[in-house]
C-alpha cells in the first residue's frame, strides 16, 4: 500500500507564486511516472503535468513556461513550482504516481487533493 500526502496549496493573488509538494510512503519499491492532475469546480479533472522516473517532463498548454514539475527521487517526493499563477489556476490539485511495492505489480495511486484558489 502507498499513501500520498499533498501540501502547499492555498490562496494566493493573480501573478503569485505556490510550491506544491507530495510525499509518498509505504513499502516502495521503484516509481515511475508521476503527475499532477487538477480538477475546477464543474470540470473533468485534467493533467497538469508528469514526470517519468528519467525526468522527462509533459506540461498542459495552459501552464507550459508559468509551471515546472521537479521529483528528489531519494526521498519519494514530486513537487510542482507554479508561477504566474491565473484565477483559471483555481482547482483541486491531485498528486498520483505509478507505484511498485514489493509484493505487488505497478499500481496507480492518488493523493485526497490540495485546493489552490487564485483571487484578488
Known amino acids: 500500500q502507498v499513501r500520498l500526502v499533498e501540501s502547499g496549496g492555498g490562496l494566493v493573488q493573480p501573478g503569485g507564486s505556490l510550491r506544491l509538494s507530495c510525499a509518498a510512503s509505504?513499502?516502495?519499491?521503484?516509481?515511475?511516472?508521476m503527475a499532477w492532475y487538477r480538477q475546477a469546480p464543474g470540470k473533468q479533472r485534467e493533467l497538469v503535468a508528469q514526470?517519468?522516473?528519467?525526468?522527462?517532463?509533459n506540461y498542459a498548454d495552459s501552464v507550459k513556461g508559468r509551471f515546472t514539475i521537479s521529483r528528489d527521487n531519494a526521498n519519494d517526493t514530486l513537487y510542482l513550482q507554479m508561477n504566474s499563477l491565473k484565477p483559471e489556476d483555481t482547482a483541486v490539485y491531485y498528486c498520483?504516481?505509478?507505484?511498485?511495492?514489493?509484493?505487488?505489480?505497478?499500481?496507480?495511486?492518488w493523493g485526497q487533493g490540495t485546493q489552490v484558489t487564485v483571487s484578488s
Open positions: 498520483t504516481g505509478n507505484f511498485r511495492t514489493r509484493t505487488s505489480a505497478p499500481t496507480d495511486y
Open positions: 509505504g513499502s516502495i519499491f521503484s516509481i515511475n511516472v
Open positions: 514526470i517519468t522516473g528519467g525526468g522527462s517532463t
